[in-house]
C-alpha cells in the first residue's frame, strides 16, 4: 500500500512540475516567436532556460515534457492553429534535447558536467530539429530540396548559438537561487553543488568563446566566399538572395560579438 501511495505520489509531482513547466515554457517562447533566423524560419528563444531548470530538478521525463508541450503550445498559439511542423520536429527535439540534459546530470550534477551535458544536449536537439523540419517541408514542397542542407545547418548553428549564452549565464543563478529559497525542491547533489561548487570560469568561458568563433566563421565565410554563400541562400529565389546574405552577415557577425563579449567577462570576474 505504501509503494502504491508512493507511485501515485511521483506520477502527480511529474504531472503537476511538467503542467508548470510547458506552460512557463510557452509563455517564454511566444514572447520571442516573431524573433526569427535570418532565413525567417526558426526563433530567438532564450526560453530554453525553462525546461533545463525542470530537467536539472525534476529529472529528465519532465524537462522533456515540458519542453515538448510547451514548444508545441507556443507555435500553436503563434500560428493559431495546431502546428504541423512543431509536431514533426519541435516536439521531438526538444523532447531529446532536455530529456538527454537531465538523464547526464541525473544524481551527479556539477558545474563541469552541467556545461558538457548543456553544448551536447543544445546541439543535439537544434541539430535533429534543423533536419526533421527541413526535410518535413521540402516533402511538402514548402522548400525546394536543394535548400535543405543549408537551411539545416544555418539553423542548427543559429539556433545553437543563440540559446547557449543563456543556458550557460542564466541557469546557474536561477539554480543557485532557488537552492537558497526552495531548498526541499532541489535534489542533494544539485544543492550541495549551488552552495558548495564553483563555476568553472574556464570551461564556460572556452565554451561561449568557441561559439562565438562559429558564428563569426558564418558570418565571415557567408560574407566573402561565393561558395558558402551559395551553400546558405543558394536556394533560396534570387529576389531574396541578397537579402537573407546580408542578415546571415549581419546577424551572425552580432551573436559572435555577443558570445564573445560574454566569454571575455566570464574569464575577467572574480570566482562565485
Known amino acids: 500500500m505504501r509503494a502504491d501511495k508512493a507511485v501515485v505520489r511521483s506520477r502527480s509531482r511529474i504531472v503537476a512540475f511538467t503542467s508548470l513547466g510547458s506552460a512557463l515554457y510557452a509563455v517564454g517562447a511566444y514572447a520571442t516567436a516573431y524573433i526569427q533566423s535570418p532565413w525567417g524560419a526558426g526563433q530567438f528563444r532564450p526560453a530554453v532556460v525553462v525546461p ?25 498559439l503563434k ?35 552541467f556545461i558538457a551535458s548543456s553544448v551536447l544536449a543544445l546541439a543535439v536537439g537544434n541539430g535533429m530539429c534543423a533536419a526533421l523540419y527541413t526535410l518535413y517541408k521540402a516533402a511538402i514542397g514548402s522548400i525546394p530540396a536543394q535548400l535543405v542542407p543549408g537551411l539545416s545547418v544555418g539553423l542548427t548553428v543559429w539556433w545553437f548559438s543563440t ?14 537561487a532557488l537552492a537558497k529559497a526552495l531548498p526541499q525542491l532541489v535534489p542533494d547533489d544539485v544543492r550541495r553543488e549551488c552552495t558548495e561548487g564553483v563555476t568553472p570560469r574556464r570551461e564556460l568561458a572556452l565554451a561561449l568563446s568557441l561559439t562565438g568563433a562559429l558564428a563569426a566563421s558564418v558570418a565571415l565565410l557567408t560574407a566573402f566566399s561565393q561558395q558558402v554563400a551559395s551553400f546558405f541562400v543558394g536556394g533560396l529565389p534570387a529576389t531574396a538572395r541578397e537579402v537573407v546574405k546580408s542578415l546571415i552577415v549581419a546577424m551572425f557577425s552580432a551573436t559572435a560579438a555577443a558570445l564573445l563579449a560574454a566569454s571575455a567577462l566570464v574569464a575577467l570576474r572574480k570566482r562565485s
Not at 530529456?99 to 546530470?105: A, E, N, R
Not at 540559446?163 to 543557485?176: D, N, R, S, Y
Open 163 to 176: 540559446m547557449l549564452p543563456f543556458q550557460l549565464l542564466a541557469v546557474p543563478p536561477i539554480l543557485k
Open 52 to 76: 533545463s531548470v525542470f530537467a536539472v530538478l525534476f529529472g529528465p521525463l519532465v524537462g522533456g515534457l515540458s519542453a515538448a508541450l510547451g514548444t508545441l503550445v507556443a507555435d500553436s
Open 79 to 113: 500560428h493559431v492553429t495546431l502546428y504541423i511542423p512543431s509536431l514533426m520536429a519541435a516536439v521531438p527535439s526538444n523532447f531529446a534535447a532536455f530529456y538527454l540534459l537531465g538523464k547526464l546530470v541525473e544524481n551527479r550534477f556539477r558545474w563541469p558536467r
